[in-house]
């Protein structure tokens, strides 16, 4: 049984403070984070771990950052 990540819900419980600007590049990074948990959730089921590991941050001239991600993909070796 697949495991339900509320990314979007979350998101959007967050994001009720923020501009509608704000609101809508959230509502981007939620859906794209979703896709992503079902790539890795297909990729595992294939037979492979994967781990998300920070790469680098990326900041704006006003103190706001952002991970920036890339995979590290581990497989068995056959038995």
């Not at 297909?42 to 680098?56: F, P």
């Amino acid at each position: 049984m697949a495991s339900r990540t509320r990314v979007k819900e979350r998101a959007e419980e967050q994001s009720s403070a923020m501009s509608p600007e704000q609101q809508a590049a959230i509502r981007i990074v939620a859906n794209d984070l979703h896709r992503l948990n079902q790539s890795v959730m297909k990729a595992v089921e294939a037979g492979v771990s994967v781990e998300l590991v920070r790469s680098a941050r990326h900041h704006d001239a006003n103190g706001n950052w952002g991970d920036l991600l890339i995979p590290v993909i581990v497989t068995q070796s056959s038995r």
